[in-house]
Every structure is written in C-alpha cells, then in structure tokens.
C-alpha cells in the first residue's frame, strides 16, 4: 500500500484527536470564565465573616474557646480529571510525611499520587466543575465528623492545601479562625442579641463553609487555568506534527505519482 495513503490516515486521526483537545479547552475557557466571579464574590464573603468574628472576639474575649486544637486535619484539593500538569504533584510534593495530622485528599488524580508516594489519606471525588462543589462540602463536612468521632478527645484543627489564583500552592489554616490585629477592630462595642460564645460558634461554622467554598472555586479556577493553558500548547504541537506529515505525505504521493509514470513509459518503450 502507497505510504501516501498511511499518512493520511495518521493525519486524519490526528484531527480526530485534536477536535476532542479543541472541545476539552473549549470547556476549560468557559470554567474559567464561570469560576472567575464566583471566586471573587466568595473571597469578599469571607472576608467580612472574618471582620465579624475579628469584631466579636476583640469586644467579648471570652466568646473564642480556650480549648487548643491537638491535632490537624489536612484537606488536600486535588483535580478529578487530570489533564493539567503538575497540579496534583504540586500539591503531594508539598506534604510533610512525617506530619501526625490526618489526610483528607479530595480528587482521583491526586489520591493516585498520594498511593504512589505511600502516604495514608482518605479520600473522597473531586469536583469536575462547578455545579459538583456543594455536593463536595457535604463530603468534606461528613468525613470531619468522621473524624472527630474516632478522636472524641482530641479537638481537630483544619488546615486546607490548594491552588490559588496566583499559582502557587497555599496552606490556609481555617480552624481555628486567624486572629486579625486588635487595631483593625471596630471601636464601638457591638450590640449582641445571642450570647457571645453561642455567637461565636454560629460565625466560625458559616466561616468555615464559607472558606470551604472559596478555597474549592479557587482551586477549581486555578486546575481549569493549567488544563487551558496545557491543551493550548499541546495543540499547537499537534497542528506543528500534522503539517509535518502533510509535507511528508503531500512528498510521497508525488514520488507515488513519479513511479508510476516511470512504469508507464517504461511500458511503452
């Protein structure tokens, strides 16, 4: 069989495999384009349920408990589906082995590293794109129970270790909640309707749903931003290797038609 004819078949596979990269991109440009708001408006959020608690513990000391967290819980936010670099070795490679805090590892992709580097995790799926976040709260919320149940005596921190916008790979601690500065607190004492302690606990649970939220549309953002940016370069060393074929091909159909105009004359002679 002419080679001609085999290079043409490579190439038309090859397009076949680049309509499905162009789809995949497609659907990464329009996450990122959803997830972009999204996060701005829950970072805002967080932002002032921590001036409130901030507000609440400088005028009601007593409203923070005393109790000290023994131990972490680390959430590790990973991608479900892959196909986006070093994002969930970024985020295994980050970790501490001898670390005693428990592991919760959210996504496929990077309970997978996680196995491969032989440290203990839970695991549960991640979110492949927006609309799978809540569903992804309720499991981290469920697995936390979990834990504390095992722990009965052990009051548990939560530290979470995600990508952020700027690329970079970030340990937020949201239990307990930060203390900000005494100077950024509002000078006039609050007026209250509940109890400062019972207050404070109804705070730092929205607080803490809340930064689960922004963390995760982070990373999210962050994942759909390195998938867009490598289904980019990867096509266009797609589209570089199919011209090249093209030339190849486009060669040796000529010296195909070469031939067998040399065996006609032949013929004739």
């Known amino acids: 069989m002419a080679r001609w004819r085999e290079l043409g078949r490579r190439i038309r596979a090859l397009d076949d495999i680049g309509s499905i990269m162009s789809a995949m991109r497609s659907l990464a440009f329009i996450e990122v384009r959803r997830l972009a708001e999204g996060v701005a408006r829950q970072q805002e959020t967080v932002g002032a349920m921590h001036v409130a608690i901030d507000n609440l513990v ?3 000391p007593d409203a923070r408990p005393a109790v000290v967290p023994q131990r972490d819980v680390l959430v590790m936010i990973g991608s479900e589906r892959g196909l986006c670099g070093d994002f969930d070795e970024r985020i295994a490679v980050s970790l ?4 005693p805090s428990a592991r919760l590892a959210v996504g496929s992709r990077l309970c997978l590293r996680l196995d491969e580097q032989g440290l203990a995790h839970d695991a549960i799926p991640g979110a492949a ?3 799978d976040i809540p569903g992804v709260m309720l499991q981290i919320a469920s697995a936390m129970r979990r834990f504390n149940q095992q722990d009965h005596d052990i009051r548990t921190g939560l530290v979470a270790i995600h990508h952020a916008d700027d690329g970079a790979v970030h340990h937020a601690r949201i239990l307990p909640v930060p203390v900000a500065p005494s100077g950024q607190c509002w000078r006039a004492k609050p007026m209250l309707q509940l109890d400062p302690p019972q207050l404070h606990g109804m705070l730092v649970e929205h607080y803490v749903l809340a930064s689960l939220n922004a963390i995760l549309l982070a990373s999210l953002l962050a994942e759909n931003r390195r998938r867009l940016d490598q289904m980019s370069a990867a096509l266009d060393r797609l589209h570089e290797r199919i011209d090249k074929l093209d030339r190849k091909r486009r060669r040796a159909r000529q ?4 031939e067998e105009i040399e065996i006609i004359l032949l013929g004739q002679a």
């Open 58 to 60: 400088a005028h009601y």
């Open 96 to 99: 501490n082995a001898n670390d």
């Open 129 to 131: 794109v927006i609309e």
């Open 255 to 258: 010296e195909t038609i070469t």
